[in-house]
């Protein structure tokens, strides 16, 4: 205990206030005072000497010299002054001390037993039962407020022995400078030095009688209060619930009262840091406070179940009793059910309104618009709920900071972490936060882990998402997985720049690109991510080559990406380097054509391969042909060999299919047309 005679020790011996022999402290700083004192004492029997001389009023030898014999003799036994004085405080402090005091036990023991009481008392809570839930209600708030007059009095009795403490601080170093101040009462001009040092050492001395004395005081009260309010609160016979949160509540707070005013009268005397302590007080009261507040308020905002939150939002648009019905019965009616619906309303209100995360979610948003990336993260650290972490995290997305906050190499540990990530990820979606959620998912783009626990997190929280976290639509746009899709959703450059700077590295990234990227998209990656991803997208357009990006996808039957070869050919892709130049702008535009074909109806597919692969071979035979007489007689034969056998294939192909659905015919004819750009009616051989 810090007011123990034994709570500073030495050897297994306690440390004396003021004697340097029981004292290291005292012994070593005491002693050299002293000495400094004795010269000090030689040089004003000088001043004395001098003064007589000239005749200075003060310092002459039948003024001056009396005291200077005196304080020569008493500067050497300053520790037993100082004791005196000391022990005289300490009787004093001692009668209330011995007298036991067991306020702070009890408020320790009350805390534990009602905090652990609170989880069975809500528990009797029930919305739909208000009669029923009075006494848990009563029982449950009565609780959180004893857990709070609780902490109040911790902070109150760690300030208490913070006071105690520095009075022992104090007490040495003032016995330490006892020699100086002494010697400074002899000379006219320092004796102000000797009054100051005087006023410190008597309030530093009796300061700790005045908080024992409230103490005590306090702890009498403790006891006192208990029995004169159990006997009031029998009067409150037609509110149980009331009287219990008096009983329970109402001697705690009056003992509290009593200890912060025995604080505050203790340290507002003129002791040298007394003064100091009472703004730590105010400060810590107030810090205390604001983070108990937040900590609490976030704790309920996350741990209360879903069905509270709609339950309130049903009591706030509560409807009145005959609401819509015409005529006197339905005035009636409401007229009846008019206070109660109020009532319903307030009470619904009051849930949605403390409930409501989003107004947490705005102001940490506006606050972090304004900070840079190192500001954020330490913000999103101080943040008590997930709510107001969303709302920082939501000022990065937008200003481009997540890449650098997840980033180890800049912030080292203080860089987001996975499961931080992850948790203000399912607050986003929660509070129907998309911006931010989304914004989150495209700087995590490419890890695969985190992606597949964003992809879960979507399935908790709504039946529509599968587990891969897609909805039918989206397997209908042929999306493989939830990576895929975030990349495809990627159309504006602002969206692709929240992607991390190596995306494009990463080959399951690159595949789903090529497999939905608009030229839009290559446009802005190009620009945004300069030759490192252009130079990996067109060795990709070429190892795939330009028919991969018209055949029909095995899941939705459709091309796979035909708008990146058609924007490959046009001139922005030329002017951007990554333009196709061994295929032209018509060759492409036949591919398209032929593949809406394919997709209307997939019989085409196996026609058009055999007429692709003609018109390949025609192609080869006329390259050769040019050559003249320096052809290859066995290059032109295999040539029109390969030409006649593949079109005696396809006729054979084309009977077949003409006579199971003759209908097709029209249409084929109509893609030949197209094709060849003529008109070229096919003739069936009979």
């Not at 009890?106 to 069975?120: D, E, K, M, P």
């Not at 029982?139 to 911790?154: E, G, K, P, Q």
């Not at 179940?305 to 819509?324: C, D, L, N, T």
């Not at 007229?335 to 309303?345: G, H, I």
């Amino acid at each position: 205990m810090v007011i123990s005679p034994d709570f500073i020790t030495v050897a297994g011996q306690p440390i004396s206030f003021t004697d340097p022999s029981k004292n290291p402290f005292l012994e070593v700083g005491w002693t050299l005072t002293r000495d400094f004192a004795n010269i000090i004492i030689v040089l004003a029997l000088v001043v004395i000497g001098l003064g007589t001389a000239l005749r200075l009023a003060g310092y002459q030898a039948q003024k001056a010299l009396p005291g200077l014999i005196l304080i020569a003799l008493l500067i050497n036994f300053t520790p037993v002054i100082c004791g005196l004085i000391v022990d005289a405080a300490n009787i004093l402090m001692n009668f209330f001390v011995e007298e036991g005091f067991s306020a702070g036990n009890s408020f320790v023991n009350l805390a534990v037993s009602q905090w652990s009481n609170i989880g069975s008392l809500a528990g009797g809570l029930k919305l739909w039962d208000p009669i029923a839930s009075n006494e848990a209600i009563a029982a449950s708030t009565a609780s959180l407020m004893i857990v709070a007059f609780t902490l109040m009095a911790s902070l109150v009795y760690l300030l208490f022995s913070v006071l105690f403490t520095l009075r022992y601080i104090a007490i040495w170093i003032l016995v330490i400078l006892s020699p100086l101040a002494f010697a400074c009462y002899i000379l006219p001009n320092t004796r102000k030095i000797w009054d100051q040092w005087w006023q410190q050492f008597i309030q530093w001395s009796f300061i700790g009688v005045v908080a024992a004395f409230f103490l005590y005081l306090a702890d009498h009260m403790l006891y006192a209060t208990q029995e004169i309010l159990f006997e009031t609160a029998k009067d409150v016979g037609s509110a149980p619930g009331l009287s219990q949160i008096f009983n329970n509540i109402m001697p705690y707070g009056i003992v509290l009262a009593f200890l912060f005013i025995g604080l505050m009268l203790s340290m507002s005397s003129s002791a040298a840091g007394a003064k100091q302590i009472v703004s730590l007080a105010k400060q810590s009261g107030k810090t205390v406070g604001t983070w108990a507040g937040r900590q609490g308020k976030a704790f309920v905002r996350d741990k209360t179940p879903e069905g509270v939150r709609r339950w309130g939002e049903r009591q706030a648009a509560a409807k009145k009793w005959g609401e819509g019905e015409k005529g006197a019965k339905g005035a009636l009616k409401r007229a009846v059910s008019d206070p109660l619906t109020r009532v319903r309303r307030g009470m619904g209100g009051l849930v949605v309104s403390g409930f409501n995360e989003k107004l947490d979610t705005a102001k940490n948003y506006e606050n972090a618009k304004k900070q840079d990336v190192s500001g954020n993260l330490a913000s999103y650290r101080r943040a008590t709920s997930e709510a107001e972490k969303t709302g920082i995290m939501k000022a990065m997305v937008e200003k481009g900071q997540m890449n650098d906050a997840l980033d180890t190499g800049k912030f080292g540990k203080s860089a987001l972490t996975q499961g931080e990530v992850l948790k203000t990820y399912e607050k986003a979606v929660k509070i129907g936060e998309e911006e931010t959620s989304e914004g989150m998912e495209r700087a995590m783009v490419g890890n695969q882990e985190i992606i597949n626990s964003f992809a879960s997190i979507r399935h908790k929280n709504d039946s529509k998402f599968d587990e891969k976290g897609l909805t039918t639509e989206d397997r209908d746009k042929g999306y493989k997985d939830y990576n895929h899709k975030i990349i495809a959703k990627a159309d504006t450059a602002e969206k692709m720049r929240q992607f991390n700077k190596k995306w494009h590295l990463n080959d399951s990234n690159m595949e789903a690109f090529h497999s939905s990227a608009s030229g839009n998209q290559i446009q802005q990656a190009t620009i945004l991510y300069g030759k490192s991803f252009s130079d990996k997208f067109i060795k990709g357009v070429q190892d795939r080559g330009v028919d991969w990006y018209f055949q029909q996808d095995s899941i939705t039957k459709k091309m796979r990406n035909p708008d990146i070869p058609r924007y490959l050919t046009s001139s922005g892709a030329q002017s951007l380097g990554v333009g196709l130049t061994d295929v032209s702008n018509n060759e492409i535009n036949k591919k398209f054509i032929a593949g809406r074909a394919i997709e209307k109806h997939p019989e085409f597919m196996p026609l058009y391969e055999h007429h692709s692969a003609i018109k390949d071979a025609e192609k080869h035979l006329n390259r050769e042909l040019k050559k003249g007489a320096n052809a290859d007689p066995g290059a032109v034969n295999n040539f029109r060999v390969k030409i006649n056998d593949k079109k005696a294939s396809l006729q054979n192909n084309l009977n077949v299919l003409f006579g199971q659905k003759p209908e097709l015919e029209k249409e084929w004819d109509d893609l030949m047309e197209k094709l060849e750009q003529k008109k070229q009616r096919r003739r069936r051989n009979p």
